[in-house]
């Protein structure tokens, strides 16, 4: 009964070293007697107890690690606090057991090298600007080194920059002095602008105005000689209708009532100025002297 019991006994303990259960995203190093015996994926793996041992757990998933905060030195001699996160994941289970003794060290140590080595490269202003290319060069550097340990290098992102206290006061000074300059350019662009649309707007209503009297001399002149035109056309048609009037008959006699009319107000008018010495012809019966009289008066009263 004894040995039966010791029997079961290690049949437990054989079953349990020989069974292992891989969990998913994971991979175990098996060694044989010390030495690599192949890699056990995730699910449930048979091993030798006693013989073979699960040397290494490693963890495919990606791993967040964050770079201890560093002092960086630029191109123009400015200390710079830098501190960041680098992701990383296993890919050769078999290297990162054997290519070193802990890459997750390794690969902190390479990444605070590189950064200080770009950060070297650079002046201030562009380790601002520029972080994209900063995560890109240290992400190259530290993967190419990685591939010996079995680890991939995905990506490193800056957290934080900070420069000393006083090149944070100059800097904020800078900025300060360029956002009012940028006032004073906007400003001084304004007025400019503003006097340049003035002047415009005097220019156009000064032509406005110009163009407005020139049509008015012109509208004015149009209707002086329309007028004139108008009294011309009148002053000859009715001087045809006098001539057609003199053709009828009567005419004549007609014209020369008229002029004998004309004449006796002449002499009326002359006479009634003190001034004016009045010569009165013999003969007034004969209508011809009448009329010549008359119009030798006539012609001296309009001069």
């Not at 920059?161 to 906007?186: D, G, S």
């Amino acid at each position: 009964m004894e040995v039966a019991i010791v029997i079961v006994v290690i049949a437990v303990l054989f079953i349990t070293r020989a069974v292992k259960i891989v969990p998913q995203q994971n991979a175990w190093v098996k060694e044989r007697l010390g030495k690599y015996a192949g890699t056990l994926a995730p699910g449930m793996k048979i091993i030798i107890p006693f013989i073979d041992r699960i040397a290494y757990k490693h963890s495919l998933k990606e791993i967040p690690l964050d770079v201890p905060s560093q002092v960086c030195i630029t191109r123009d001699n400015t200390q710079l606090q830098v501190d960041g996160v680098l992701y990383f994941q296993v890919t050769d289970p078999m290297r990162a057991s054997y290519g070193s003794s802990n890459y997750v060290v390794a690969v902190t140590q390479l990444a605070q090298t590189t950064l200080r080595s770009v950060i070297g490269k650079m002046e201030l202003d562009k380790t601002f600007e520029e972080r994209d290319i900063i995560n890109a060069q240290v992400v190259a550097a530290i993967d190419e080194a990685a591939l010996n340990w079995g680890v991939k290098v995905l990506r490193y992102e800056i957290k934080d920059l900070t420069p000393p206290a006083e090149i944070l006061r100059a800097m904020q000074a800078q900025i300060t002095a360029e956002r009012e300059k940028r006032a004073v350019i906007a400003t001084s662009e304004g007025k400019r602008q503003e006097e340049i649309n003035l002047a415009d707007g005097q220019k156009q209503a000064a032509i406005a105005r110009s163009e407005g009297e020139q049509q008015a001399q012109i509208n004015k002149a149009q209707g002086e000689a329309s007028a004139i035109l108008a009294v011309a056309e009148a002053t000859a048609r009715a001087i045809a209708r006098v001539a057609q009037a003199i053709e009828l008959p009567g005419g004549s006699q007609a014209v020369q009532l008229k002029v004998a009319e004309k004449a006796v107000d002449a002499y009326s008018k002359v006479a009634a100025d003190a001034t004016t010495t009045l010569i009165v012809p013999s003969n007034m019966t004969e209508v011809s002297a009448l009329v010549s009289s008359a119009m030798k008066m006539i012609q001296t009263n309009q001069k």
